[in-house]
């Protein structure tokens, strides 16, 4: 029998525990705060209380229950633990939905039509084709590749940024410092797809704004740190940028009152874009529990010195 930790000061782990127990029902769940969770094996965590691993001898797996790992490991001693996120195709295809929305956004110019609307005029926009469209994609990991080849397939013109070099089916593959000026100074709308990482904190900054040719579009639905709100304010308000659908921020909820919720051509969704079902976290997290049990290698294991 596995003794599981849930860890979590800010969502409710009890769905989760009850779809892990049916695909096996011999784990012994207990959540945080009671006490039991000490004695635990694995721990299974979104933003986990500050210093828990360290108090917790018996431990041999962490586990987040999402994509991004940075919520899991920011700030805690993890030794040698190994920790592992979830991956799924079906996260990816979700993904691609909600770019592929921010994309036709601005290529089929809606946001104009919805100014236009607001002022009761009729001006129909310049149909253009896809392949005159250059989409940028920073990232080009678990979610980022399919979005990219997703929107290649649909006759964009993509191109895509990584740490290291890549190559994807009609899909422009740069890399390094010198790949992201390429990308950044000839694209029309940048999606913003990396993980959080101490080298991509605040990446989406007045400097990166600035390489950008004047009138591009901003999607962004990383991680909320990614994004400087001020600097991305300023843009906006000075028209550099022609718009943004953002969809994390460094603070969520986003509070009632600030400044992006009224900034100029910027729709704000709340961590929308897209989610694995819980019972497909369950089964990979279960997957990776008895894998762990029988020695054999763990599934989305994350590469602590890159950080994702
Ligand atoms: N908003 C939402 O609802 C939502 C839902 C799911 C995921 N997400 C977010 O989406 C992001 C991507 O997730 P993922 O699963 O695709 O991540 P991933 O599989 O870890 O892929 C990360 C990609 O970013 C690249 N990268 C990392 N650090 C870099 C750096 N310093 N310079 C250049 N490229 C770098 C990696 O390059 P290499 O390939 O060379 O390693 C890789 O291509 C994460 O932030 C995740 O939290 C958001």
Not at 88 to 117: I, T
Not at 281 to 297: F, K, S, T
């Amino acid at each position: 029998m596995t003794r599981v930790a849930l860890l979590s000061r800010t969502v409710d782990m009890a769905p989760l525990a009850r779809l892990m127990l049916k695909h096996d029902a011999s784990l012994d769940l207990h959540a945080w705060p009671d006490e039991q969770f000490l004695q635990a094996e694995v721990a299974v965590c979104w933003e986990p209380p500050q210093g828990i691993f360290t108090r917790m001898p018996r431990l041999q797996l962490v586990h987040g229950i999402a994509a991004g790992i940075d919520n899991v490991i920011e700030g805690q001693a993890l030794g040698d633990l190994p920790v592992c996120r979830v991956t799924d195709p079906g996260q990816a295809e979700g993904m691609l939905q909600y770019v592929l929305w921010g994309v036709l956004h601005f290529h089929r110019s809606f946001d104009e039509a919805q100014r236009n609307q607001t002022s009761e005029r009729w001006q129909r926009p310049r149909l253009r084709p896809a392949a005159d469209c250059r989409v940028g994609i920073l990232g080009l990991g678990e979610v980022g590749a399919p979005v990219a080849r997703g929107l290649a397939r649909m006759g964009y013109s993509v191109s895509g940024w990584s740490r290291s070099a890549k190559t994807l089916d009609g899909v422009r593959c740069l890399h390094g410092d010198a790949g992201l000026q390429t990308l950044l100074q000839s694209v029309e709308i940048l999606v913003c797809l990396l993980p959080l990482t101490e080298q991509t904190r605040g990446m989406l900054n007045a400097q990166l704004f600035a390489q950008l040719p004047p009138g591009a579009a901003l999607v962004h639905c990383g991680r909320g740190a990614h994004l400087v709100p001020d600097d991305l304010l300023a843009v906006l308000r000075d028209g550099r940028l022609r718009g943004a659908l953002v969809d994390v921020f460094p603070q969520e909820p986003l509070p009632p009152g600030h400044p992006l919720w009224a900034a100029p051509n910027l729709v704000v969704t709340p961590h929308m874009a897209t989610m694995a079902p819980f019972d497909v976290v369950a089964r990979q997290i279960v997957e990776n529990i008895h894998r762990l049990r029988d020695g054999r290698e763990l599934q989305g294991q994350v590469d602590l010195l890159r950080g994702y």
